[in-house]
Nanobody, 128 residues
């Protein structure tokens, strides 16, 4: 049974930083791409960042949504079955529930349907 557990969310002032973690179990973690999504109230869930498997053709390449480029950094520790999202220079518009997900494939996809297992989510609130 695949399980994902996010942690690290919270309340932070604009300009501050948070580091989200997602611990995975139940599958060979390093074989699959992983992603971070977020969903703000009244909005659709959107891909924030993704990282391919280190054994994929792209060799662990990363993707960032334009809205977070230069501010967020995704990384993975395959020995710990954990991915991270370092979020700096946070803005009020980053407020959302953040979810991690495992992809169906080794190369990161950009659509929700490219991902098959999801965590419960962690709330990130950025105050102005």
């Amino acid at each position: 049974q695949v399980q994902l557990r996010e942690s690290g969310g919270g309340l932070v002032q604009a300009g501050g930083s948070l580091r989200l973690s997602c611990a995975a179990s139940g599958r060979t973690f390093s074989w699959y791409a992983m992603g971070w999504f977020r969903q703000a109230p009244g909005k659709e869930r959107e891909l924030v960042s993704a990282i391919s498997s280190p054994v994929s053709f792209s060799g662990g390449s990363t993707y960032y949504a334009d809205s977070v480029k230069g501010r967020f950094t995704i990384s993975r520790d395959n020995a710990k079955n954990t991915i991270y999202l370092q979020m700096n220079s946070l803005k009020p518009e980053d407020t959302a529930v953040f979810y991690c997900a495992t992809a169906k494939y080794r190369t990161a996809g950009f659509k929700i349907e490219d991902y098959e297992y999801w965590g419960q989510g962690t709330q990130v609130t950025v105050s102005s």
